[in-house]
């Protein structure tokens, strides 16, 4: 009865309960998550932008947390709750590569609060409905590696004085060398050289294209620049400016208003805070179109947000207030003219004390998602919209002759 009994509880116990008594190596859960990265990968959403970042976030805290289980003695844990898109297979499909839709995908969130690679990987492909039969096999092997690891396959074992004598290399030395050795990146880069030589190479006429629509854009609308919010791919960029280029061949008119400008493809359309055109590449034409239709109305905001600007400067000791878009986010000028005007009407109001001219020749950047000011290591003030006057006026005066030594240093 007790052998029965013990029968039973082991007939009982999933699957997944015997996995996880066996251990991963890091590349054994890459390998184990490879159906998970094929469904997620950004780079298979460049159709999808906003799925796209999701994917590329996510993917970050994941690796973050993989790497966290696999130093020693890491024991301080927070769940990580993450969001992927994935993308859907199709249900007679013999082709991994041909098994997904082109535009198909779901949503799904999972929070992940294990403490081993092994479970970690089976909660992952659980939650993405992925199959987890291949992970069996990768600890079984993952365990028959290290064993054979452990125990050289050598019929005799020698003296090392036998080594030393005869000039032989010894092979269980060796061994442990080549365990001792860690990847580094100058290995990475040799390792992966030949590959990245013949990826150059064959995106070469692409990039050549890109470069060619890009001259004659501007060329023909005599832009300043054009950029990209984002890193998409270069088909993808191809892609966009022949969109342009349809427009302006269908409406030339509307973009005589564009001399000198800059155009930057991002994730909507409008004016940027520095000026720049902004054409969303999820946008038709219709509202490319109105956006250059626009440009006169723009000029005129342009023209009142350099007043409050000044406006701004002269109540504090003539500090000058810029827009520096690699240090903040990405807005439209109606956002930033907002945001300047709520920033103007509190300090009228509080009627800081700053003698005029005093803080001339310094500079400072308004920011909406900060709650304390900081002084920048190039030398201009970071200061927050819903800063209280009384700390701004402190941390000004405090700060004004480190941030006069910081201009300096950026300038030499």
């Given at each position: 009865t007790f052998y029965y009994f013990i029968r039973l509880c082991l007939e009982k116990i999933p699957l997944q309960c015997i996995l996880q008594s066996r251990t991963l190596s890091g590349a054994d859960a890459i390998n184990a998550l490879r159906p998970f990265y094929f469904a997620v990968h950004p780079d298979f959403f460049g159709q999808h932008p906003k799925e796209r970042e999701v994917n590329e976030n996510s993917l970050k805290r994941l690796n973050g947390y993989l790497e966290n289980l696999q130093k020693p003695g890491f024991r301080s844990f927070k769940p990580t709750q993450l969001t992927f898109y994935v993308r859907e297979r199709e249900p007679n499909s013999s082709n991994v590569q041909e098994s997904f839709s082109a535009s198909g995908f779901r949503a799904v969130s999972f929070t992940l609060h294990t403490r081993d690679l092994l479970s970690t990987v089976l909660?992952?492909?659980?939650?993405?409905?992925?199959?987890?039969?291949?992970?069996?096999?990768?600890s079984v092997n993952s365990q028959a590696h290290k064993e054979?690891?452990?125990?050289?396959?050598?019929p005799i074992k020698w003296d090392k004085t036998y080594y030393s004598f005869t000039g032989f290399r010894d092979?269980?030395?060796?061994?442990?060398?080549?365990?001792?050795?860690?990847?580094?990146?100058?290995?990475?880069?040799?390792?992966?050289?030949?590959?990245?030589?013949?990826?150059?190479?064959?995106?070469?006429?692409?990039?050549?294209?890109?470069?060619?629509?890009?001259?004659?854009?501007?060329?023909?609308?005599?832009?300043s620049d054009i950029r990209w919010q984002r890193s998409w791919g270069i088909a993808h960029?191809?892609?966009?400016?022949?969109?342009?280029?349809?427009?302006?061949?269908?409406?030339p008119e509307v973009l005589k208003n564009v001399k000198g400008r800059t155009v930057v493809f991002t994730d909507r359309s409008g004016m940027s805070a520095a000026g720049h055109i902004m054409l969303g590449t999820m946008d038709v034409h219709h509202h490319w179109t109105k956006i250059f239709e626009r440009l006169p109305n723009y000029s005129k905001l342009q023209k009142r947000l350099l007043f409050l600007e000044d406006r701004i400067s002269q109540l504090l000791g003539g500090i000058q207030v810029i827009y520096v878009e690699e240090l903040q986010p990405l807005l439209t000028l109606e956002e930033?003219?907002?945001?300047?005007?709520?920033?103007?009407?509190?300090?009228?109001?509080?009627?800081?004390?700053?003698?005029?001219?005093?803080?001339?020749?310094?500079?400072?950047?308004?920011?909406?998602?900060r709650y304390a000011p900081s002084l920048h290591e190039f030398g201009h003030f970071m200061i927050p919209t819903v800063c209280d006057p009384a700390t701004l006026q402190w941390f000004i005066f405090a700060k004004a002759q480190e941030a006069r030594e910081n201009l300096k240093r950026k300038e030499e």
């Open positions: 909660d992952i492909l659980n939650s993405c409905s992925l199959s987890t039969e291949h992970v069996q096999s990768l054979a690891k452990s125990t050289l396959n050598r092979p269980e030395e060796e061994l442990e060398q080549a365990q001792r050795v860690e990847t580094t990146l100058i290995s990475w880069l040799d390792d992966n050289e030949a590959s990245a030589v013949k990826k150059l190479k064959k995106s070469l006429p692409l990039r050549k294209e890109l470069e060619r629509l890009k001259f004659e854009l501007c060329h023909q609308l005599q832009l960029r191809c892609s966009q400016l022949h969109s342009l280029g349809r427009l302006v061949q269908q409406r930033y003219y907002e945001t300047l005007d709520s920033f103007y009407n509190k300090l009228r109001d509080s009627r800081l004390p700053f003698h005029p001219r005093s803080l001339r020749g310094l500079q400072m950047i308004l920011e909406s998602d």
